[in-house]
């Protein structure tokens, strides 16, 4: 944020009453300053609750405020956004058409050892710190979208987090595995559906050992589509007699095989509610003008280009590429004073989901689109080896494209002298990587 942006915060609520108020989950806490900034009468609290909404947040600032003030051209309030609490608050006091506006927690938390250099946190003082945050223009306006937004936004939430939670019992299933029969995982990977199938039948070295090879092959070589068959069972029968996993009795068989059967089954129920959620995200994002432009990038998929649609909700609103870095938290983290230039990170702070998103894109264009992998291979030239990173300094790039495509409202087509450049700078790669392959020495074993 410049300081014109920050000045034009700061005079747009000259001359208000601002109430501050730090959500929980029985009681709001609330505080209000007046135009200097200066306290009027005591903090106060209002629950969480019709009767908190209608009466007696409106008794308590009657209490302090004229009427005439308590109308939305004299009166803001200021929310802190923490957990879920402030939603319901904010949508109602945005119903009721006053100036809502919205104080990151990070804010707060910043700004409490600020008074006294006293680092205490008390609701009372939050709520101060809430309002006098915005009274200083360190605030971001609340703005209430489409319905079609507010659901894709939910659905995105919701897909993230099945999505987590499906890695979690995915890695539960290859903890067992890995005690009872841990040559499995070498010969089939635990995430396909060939080995949900396996384990739903087999589960311990002698289940593999008697089971109808000719059978189980014909089933699994339709299951994994011919990557799978014969040679596969073979392979886990051979290494079942000669497994090193748990010697398991009738008790403890019984036991794995609940345990198996239980983290199968929710594997498959949430793998099931993630296409679901996956199929309405692109339905709704489909109807959004934006969705055509970002599949017609080549390595942009379908539910990509949904996630990011969701996670910034209107790229109409931004005006710059950075914009949108920033809200994903991957604008550099300057580290420079005098003499000393430290060494520059991203910053972090921001929507870790579109972060996320915003990697994979990444990750998948930078094989395609020359705009994007020229700064690849300049870097992977310049000896920046970590392809992590090299994927994070790219993604500007990818933005950027991104921006341009939406702002002229063009399909993402080729051009010839990009894709030329991209072929040399391909080129000079190569020879460079054999270069130093060919100068490599030799490991020298030493003898005994």
Not at 34 to 58: M, P, Q, R, T, Y
Not at 77 to 98: C, G, I, M, S, T
Request: glycine share 4%.
């Amino acid at each position: 944020m410049n300081q014109n942006q920050l000045d034009q915060k700061r005079k747009w609520v000259t001359g208000k009453f601002i109430v501050g108020i730090d959500p929980a989950k029985d009681k709001h806490q609330a505080t209000i300053i007046d135009d200097n900034g200066n306290i009027v009468g005591k903090s106060f609290s209002f629950e969480h609750n019709a009767f908190g909404f209608h009466e007696k947040l409106w008794d308590k600032l009657k209490r302090y405020l004229a009427p005439e003030s308590i109308q939305p051209a004299h009166l803001i309030f200021a929310v802190e956004a923490a957990v879920d609490f402030w939603q319901p608050l904010v949508n109602y006091l945005h119903k009721l058409n006053f100036p809502v506006l919205i104080v990151s927690p990070l804010t707060t938390k910043r700004s409490r050892a600020l008074p006294g250099h006293d680092f205490s946190r008390t609701d009372p003082k939050d709520a101060r710190l809430v309002a006098e945050s915005a009274f200083r223009g360190h605030y971001h306006r609340y703005v209430e979208y489409s319905e079609q937004v507010n659901a894709l936004k939910t659905l995105s939430l919701t897909y993230c987090k099945i999505r987590k939670n499906l890695f979690q019992n995915q890695h539960r299933l290859r903890s067992t595995i890995a005690r009872v029969f841990p040559e499995f995982l070498t010969i089939v990977p635990p995430h396909t559906d060939t080995a949900r199938f396996l384990l739903a039948n087999y589960l311990h070295p002698r289940d593999f050992l008697n089971l109808d090879v000719s059978a189980t092959a014909v089933q699994i070589l339709k299951i994994s589509k011919q990557q799978h068959g014969l040679q596969t069972l073979l392979d886990l029968q051979n290494a079942a007699q000669h497994s090193i996993g748990l010697q398991r009795n009738n008790a403890e068989i019984i036991s794995d095989r609940l345990t198996v059967n239980s983290w199968l089954a929710i594997i498959a129920t949430l793998q099931n509610q993630l296409d679901n959620i996956a199929q309405q995200l692109i339905g709704l994002a489909k109807q959004t003008p934006w969705f055509d432009i970002l599949v017609s990038i080549k390595g942009v998929s379908d539910l990509s280009a949904a996630l990011f649609i969701a996670e910034v909700k209107d790229l109409a609103r931004f005006q710059h590429f950075k914009q949108i870095q920033k809200l994903a938290g991957l604008n550099l983290r300057l580290n420079d004073s005098g003499r000393t230039h430290g060494r520059h990170k991203i910053n972090k702070i921001g929507n870790r989901r579109l972060r996320w998103i915003i990697f994979l894109m990444t990750q998948e264009t930078i094989k395609y689109i020359p705009e994007v992998r020229i700064k690849y291979l300049k870097r992977r030239l310049n000896a920046n080896g970590i392809r992590t990173k090299n994927i994070v300094a790219c993604s500007s790039q990818l933005l950027q494209l991104i921006m341009a495509l939406i702002k002229n409202n063009h399909f993402y087509q080729f051009l010839p002298q990009n894709q030329a450049l991209a072929h040399h700078l391909e080129e000079q790669l190569h020879q460079k990587t054999t270069a130093k392959q060919q100068h490599r020495k030799p490991i020298e074993i030493p003898v005994f």
